[in-house]
């Protein structure tokens, strides 16, 4: 295994489950220094007991609402000062609720928002000062084949993560000449908590999903160590020339 991340100061959200521990046990692996946070404080114990360990001293758990600017702010701070600095954030904290969108409560599309997307932003923001200060800082997030395509009862899931694509490329560009770089990671059908989990209306016509997942494996999901090998290359120097777009990995749903 390559050790690209060697001396590479990290932070994952949604660390505690599907692709952002997927994230953390490859960089991990790759020799980074890393926080690991999410929301659930037992899928980041799972985390640790899937970490080898050789690698824990290089671990660090926070539980974490990246909604929520004052919790953000503290973790951030604690974050940095378990690492030293930062070198790559990868924003991989989401939630999904699905719903016809005449039925869908505005506290279910605050919510979404709140967390895909305005909890993107506060991490971004709150750590964009170190990740400056690197001289080579990355910024990973999570678009969607949802902000591409028309993914049925998944409005506000669709419209967060357009956000998110739409966010990156104004950092990419207005962080550019400081050296920082910012790609945004757009999967399809992953094998997840967010899909093993997602409730449809009870009358959803199932021939609108047609599309999802992809073409490979005859149509089988994809797993999060898809994803993280991706993203292990786009935020370490190999991605160097990458800036302000994406890299979908969906298995050909949008071929």
Do not use: C
């Amino acid at each position: 295994m390559s050790r690209r991340y060697e001396g590479r100061r990290v932070i994952v959200t949604g660390a505690g489950s599907g692709i952002g521990q997927g994230v953390a046990l490859r960089l991990l692996e790759e020799g980074a220094r890393l926080v690991a946070a999410d929301v659930n404080e037992s899928g980041l114990a799972a985390t640790v007991d899937a970490v080898p360990a050789e690698q824990r001293e290089r671990l660090h758990t926070l539980t974490l609402d990246i909604s929520d600017p004052d919790a953000v702010r503290t973790a951030t701070a604690q974050a940095h000062e378990f690492l030293g600095g930062l070198d790559v954030l990868v924003n991989a904290a989401g939630i999904l609720r699905a719903a016809h969108t005449h039925d869908m409560p505005l506290e279910a599309w605050n919510q979404v928002i709140g967390v895909n997307l305005t909890g993107t932003f506060l991490m971004i923001q709150a750590n964009l000062p170190a990740l400056i200060d690197s001289g080579h800082g990355v910024i990973v997030n999570f678009s969607s084949t949802a902000a591409f395509g028309s993914n049925p009862y998944m409005a506000a899931y669709s419209a967060s993560k357009a956000g998110v694509n739409a966010l990156t490329h104004s950092i990419a560009l207005e962080y550019v000449k400081k050296g920082l770089r910012a790609v945004n990671i757009v999967p399809g059908g992953i094998s997840t908590g967010i899909t093993s989990g997602l409730e449809l209306p009870a009358d959803a016509d199932w021939t609108l999903m047609a599309r999802l997942p992809g073409w490979i494996e005859g149509g089988a999901l994809g797993k999060p160590e898809d994803i993280a090998g991706v993203v292990a290359m786009a935020a370490s120097d190999d991605g160097r020339y990458m800036t302000g777009t994406e890299l979908r990995v969906d298995g050909g749903a949008l071929m």
